[in-house]
Structures are given as C-alpha cells and as structure tokens.
C-alpha cells in the first residue's frame, strides 16, 4: 500500500547505507557495496582475452611451432640433398670424364655476362647515332650537302670550318651512295679533287693522288682552264673553280657507346 512504501523509504532515510546508490540489472535492484554487483564489475576478471577458451589459446600456439618446425625441417632437407648430391658425384665420376669444376662454372657464368653485354651493345647501337643532324651516315663517314651555292675554295673553307673536308671518294660504293644522294637532288656538286697546282695531276685536298676515278665519257677535258672536278648524274666533270656550286663535306662518323 502507499503507506507501507512511505514507511519503507523512511527507513531507507534513516538507513546510513540508504545514501549509496542503487543500480537495477534486469529488474534486479543492487547496492554497489553488493557482493555481487562487486563480482560481477571486477575490472580484473573483465575484457577479451579472458573470454578466449583455454585450449583454443593452446591449439593455435601449437600449429604455430609446428609450421615453423616443418619450413626448417625442409631447408635442412635440402642442404643435406645437396650434400650428397655432390658427394655422389665427385665418387661415381668417370675418369674419362672430369667433374665440373669451379673454373668451369665460372666460364660458364662469363660467358652469360658476355652474351648479355652483346645484346646492351646491339640495344645501344640503335639508339646511337654516329652522325650530327642535317648530316647523312654512311659506312664510317657522315656526309653534308650544302643548302648554299659557292666557288671551289669557298667550298674547301666552309667544310673545315665544320670540322670536315670537301668530299674525298674512294670506292664504288661511296660513289653509288652520293650519286643516289646528290642526284636525286638535280645539282651540281663540287668534290675534293683539283688539278690547280699541276696541270692533268689530279689530287685530293688531303694531297693524295688520284687512283680510283669516275669521269664521264670524254672528261676531264680542261675546256676553258677547268681545274676543279664537280659531280653530276653521269659521274664526274672538270669545271672552272670560280663557278658555284653545291658542295659536299665528309668527316668521320662518331663511335656509339659500348659497354
């Protein structure tokens, strides 16, 4: 009754223990000095770890040591395969055939490094090129057509100002590589060969005598004091060294990088 609720709360008043306060778990009212609430909030006997079953702890500590056990178990294997492998070889091996020595593998592996440092060279060559722009490649020489037109010492000047010399030929295959290259272009081209300082000696620049020549039919013929040889689509003619032409230079091609 209502009364009966009122004198229970003054009791609980009147009660020193009455001031703690009072906690309700599922319909269940407790003091928080009841055993109990003590037991059950325990801070010690609380948290994730102590909710984990005792065996399962144990089980995977277990297939832990075993999988470590197993990996060093099958390197000891290995090593000990090894062993005997070689042993077996060096006491079963035939007189007539040598066992493989270390000198052996190790020309082996020089031989590797070797075909692999031939591939990096080939691999650099196509990337390198052995002439400067504008300039044309071919065998070892790198080639310059002038954009301009000039007499024959102008000529002579203008290639050793680029480090280079007015062209100098001296195989068939030089000759058929610039007659494609020239002709195509419809011009007039002086090369490095004059007769200036003696009549009918024909020299290079680099004073050296002419031995392999392309003359067309009837040249040189020295019409009209005509000492400096130019090439056209049939080969090569005398003309007078004061007449402009289009030039040709030639200097060594550069070496690509090797490994």
């Not at 052995?130 to 057509?145: D, K, V």
Request: glycine share 6%.
């Amino acid at each position: 009754s209502r009364e009966e609720q009122r004198m229970e709360e003054m009791d609980d008043h009147n009660d020193p223990d009455s001031h703690e306060e009072k906690v309700t778990f599922w319909g269940q009212r407790f003091m928080k000095k009841d055993p109990r609430f003590l037991r059950s909030h325990d801070p010690g006997t609380g948290g994730c770890l102590t909710q984990v079953p005792l065996p399962l702890l144990l089980l995977v500590s277990l297939g832990l040591v075993f999988v470590f056990l197993v990996t060093t178990l099958v390197q000891v294997f290995r090593i000990h395969q090894a062993l005997q492998s070689e042993t077996w070889d060096h006491q079963n091996a035939s007189p007539l055939l040598p066992v493989a020595s270390p000198q052996k593998q190790i020309q082996l592996e020089l031989e590797e490094i070797h075909q692999q440092l031939a591939w990096m060279n080939a691999s650099l060559a196509g990337l390198c090129n052995p002439c400067s722009r504008n300039w044309e490649s071919f065998q070892n020489s790198c080639y310059f057509l002038s954009r301009t037109r000039g007499t024959w010492d102008t000529s002579v000047t203008a290639c050793q100002d680029q480090g280079a010399q007015l062209v100098i030929i001296n195989s068939v295959e030089e000759q058929r590589f610039l007659q494609f290259w020239i002709v195509g272009k419809d011009t007039r081209t002086w090369i490095g060969l004059s007769d200036h300082h003696n009549e009918g000696a024909w020299h290079w620049v680099d004073n050296t005598k002419l031995q392999l020549s392309f003359w067309t039919e009837g040249e040189p013929n020295n019409v009209g004091d005509e000492d400096c040889a130019e090439m056209i689509a049939a080969g090569w003619n005398d003309n007078k060294c004061t007449a402009e032409n289009f030039w040709v230079c030639e200097k060594p091609s550069t070496p690509c990088p090797g490994v």
